[in-house]
Every structure is written in structure tokens, then in C-alpha cells.
């Protein structure tokens, strides 16, 4: 079973900087793309950024190319996603997320996630 735990959100001022962290477990980490999503106040979740299992392969969303960088380390089971140049419009709950090799798509497996809050 896909499990998720992340970790390094807070509270920071516009153009500040964070790192999140996810743990994984459960599945075979080393062949699963891995990812970001994030779910603002009274919005819908919507996809951040992935990172394929070699690191060769990333992709973001058009609002945060530049300022955020996905990265993964496949001894530790880890993904993470430094965020710079913070906006309030990243305030969110920031998900990892998994996509096994047998999956079709992201595993419907949640963690409790990461508030990041960005104030101006």
C-alpha cells in the first residue's frame, strides 16, 4: 500500500524559500514517477510538478517553472520540491504523490500533506 509523509511546510514572507519533503513506503519506490500537488483554500488539488525515476525526466505546472525544483533520492525513498521565490498564491497544502509502474495513474493514496502559507 502507497504510503506518503510530508513534511517542511510553515509560514514565510513573500520571496522566502522552503523545502518540502515526502517519505515513501509501500511500493517500489526506485521505478514509481513521483510528484507534487498542491490544494489551496476552497480550490480544487491540482498538480505541481514530477519527477520520472531516473531524475532525468521533470515537469511543471507554467505557474511555479523557474521558482521550484523537484528532486528525489532513490536510496532514501524521498522526493522533495524547493520552493523559491515564494508568491501568497503558493498558500497551499502541498501532496506527494506516487505513480507506480503498474499504475495508469497517480495512486489515490493521500498523505495528511504540508501547509505552506505565504504571506505578503
Known amino acids: 500500500q502507497v504510503r506518503l509523509v510530508e513534511s517542511g511546510g510553515g509560514l514565510v514572507q513573500a520571496g522566502d524559500s522552503l523545502r518540502l519533503s515526502c517519505a515513501a513506503s509501500?511500493?517500489?519506490?526506485?521505478?514509481?514517477?513521483m510528484g507534487w500537488f498542491r490544494q489551496a483554500p476552497g480550490k480544487e488539488r491540482e498538480f505541481v510538478a514530477h519527477?520520472?525515476?531516473?531524475?532525468?525526466?521533470?515537469y511543471y505546472v507554467d505557474s511555479v517553472k523557474g521558482r521550484f525544483t523537484i528532486s528525489r533520492d532513490n536510496a532514501k525513498n524521498a522526493v522533495y520540491l524547493e520552493m523559491n521565490s515564494l508568491k501568497p498564491e503558493d498558500t497551499a497544502v502541498y501532496y506527494c504523490?506516487?505513480?507506480?509502474?503498474?499504475?495508469?495513474?497517480?495512486?489515490?493514496?493521500w498523505g495528511q500533506g504540508t501547509q505552506v502559507t505565504v504571506s505578503s
Open positions: 519527477i520520472s525515476w531516473s531524475s532525468l525526466s521533470t
Open positions: 504523490a506516487a505513480r507506480p509502474r503498474d499504475y495508469v495513474t497517480w495512486a489515490n493514496s
Open positions: 509501500g511500493f517500489t519506490f526506485n521505478t514509481a514517477l
